[in-house]
């Protein structure tokens, strides 16, 4: 019975990391944040935490989502890690926006002729 229950502890948190996607990395307000901070430079774990008032071990979450979600890239230098952020995953953002823009041109574009023809 314990044997069957650490494997369905296992298969869940397989199932938690296989569903990390991009969009999961953007959802909380502190990921965001953390994003933007390594769109400029790499930085240690250590560096990002210095930036929140919540604690390292929440940051370290966050980081750990980020890298699951592959928005970032660790890279280890001797003891220390610094996070690189992964401009490339960010296209699947864009992708997915692609098809709403085309329809937000259409319909800005339609308001013009209206907007035109009441004149």
Not at 59 to 75: R, Y
Not at 88 to 103: A, G, Q, S, T, Y
């Amino acid at each position: 019975m314990r044997n069957r229950a650490i494997a369905y502890i296992f298969a869940i948190k397989q199932l938690q990391v296989m569903r990390r996607d991009i969009f999961q990395a953007i959802a909380d307000p502190t990921r965001r944040a953390i994003l933007a901070l390594l769109a400029l430079q790499a930085m240690t774990p250590n560096a990002i935490a210095e930036h929140f008032k919540s604690s390292r071990q929440a940051v370290s979450k966050h980081i750990q989502i980020l890298t699951e979600c592959e928005a970032i890239k660790p890279q280890h230098s001797g003891r220390e890690i610094h996070y690189y952020f992964n401009a490339n995953k960010m296209k699947e953002i864009d992708h997915w926006l692609e098809d709403f823009r085309k329809l937000w041109d259409d319909r800005f574009n339609q308001l013009d002729d209206v907007l035109k023809n009441l004149k």
